[in-house]
C-alpha cells in the first residue's frame, strides 16, 4: 500500500529572511490578509521586518484613498494589517524620488510624496503605471517575531523574481512562486483553499 501524502512532511527551504526576498505562506495559513499571500520584504533587520502583500488587490482608485492625489491608472493593494490609513509604495524611479529606500538592484521602497505628485501631475511621460504600484497598509513583525513564524513552518522564503512585484493583474502568483520552488511544491498548489469542502 502506498503511503498517503502529507503536505507537512515537506521540508521548507533553508533560505534567510532578508530585505528583497518574499514570504509564501504556506497552504493552511489563515486569515484576510496572509491566506495563499505573496509578501515582498522591504526591510528585514535585528528591530523587525516589514514587508507588503503582493496579490491583495483592492477596488479603491488613489483619488478616494488620498484626496487631493493626481489622476494615474495604477491599482491599489492590500499591503497588510498595519497602518491600513496609510498610503505606501514601490518603484523603479530611484533618484527621481529623493529619500527612496532601496531595496535591490532596480526596485525602491517610499520616497517623497510631494515629488510623486509632482511628477505623475506635470511629467507624465516620466512615470508610468508598470514602474510603481501603491499598498494601503503593510506587513510588520517585532524583533524575533518572523523568525518564530519560519520556524513554525507559516512561510517559505524565497529569492525575489524582478517580473512579478511591479505586476499589476496577476492573480496566481503565489501558485506560481510555489511552483518555483520545486516538483515537491507544486503538490501545495492542488491543495483546495478551504480543506473542508474536499
Not at 31 to 45: A, M, P, T
Not at 97 to 109: A, E, G, T, W
Request: glycine share 8%.
Amino acid at each position: 500500500m502506498s503511503k498517503k501524502f502529507n503536505i507537512y512532511e515537506i521540508k521548507h527551504n533553508s533560505i534567510t529572511p532578508q530585505k528583497g526576498r518574499v514570504l509564501i505562506a504556506e497552504p493552511f495559513l489563515s486569515g484576510f490578509y496572509f491566506k495563499r499571500s505573496i509578501i515582498l520584504l522591504v526591510e528585514h533587520n535585528k528591530e523587525g521586518s516589514m514587508g507588503f502583500v503582493l496579490n491583495k488587490k483592492i477596488n479603491y482608485k488613489l483619488n478616494d484613498i488620498t484626496k487631493g492625489f493626481p489622476r494615474f491608472n495604477s491599482n491599489v493593494f492590500l499591503g497588510g494589517p498595519v497602518g491600513t490609513n496609510q498610503l505606501f509604495y514601490i518603484h523603479r524611479l530611484g533618484a527621481l524620488l529623493p529619500d527612496s529606500i532601496q531595496i535591490n538592484d532596480n526596485l525602491y521602497f517610499g520616497g517623497d510624496f510631494n515629488t510623486l505628485c509632482h511628477l505623475i501631475k506635470n511629467e507624465r511621460e516620466v512615470i508610468h503605471s508598470k514602474d510603481i504600484r501603491f499598498f494601503i497598509g503593510y506587513s510588520g513583525w517585532s524583533a524575533g517575531q518572523l523568525e518564530n513564524e519560519i520556524k513554525r513552518d507559516s512561510w517559505m522564503i524565497s529569492p525575489l523574481n524582478f517580473d512579478i512585484p511591479m505586476q499589476q493583474n496577476e492573480p496566481n502568483i503565489w501558485e506560481k512562486y510555489m511552483e518555483s520552488l520545486g516538483k515537491k511544491y507544486r503538490l501545495w498548489t492542488r491543495y483546495p483553499v478551504n480543506p473542508n469542502l474536499n
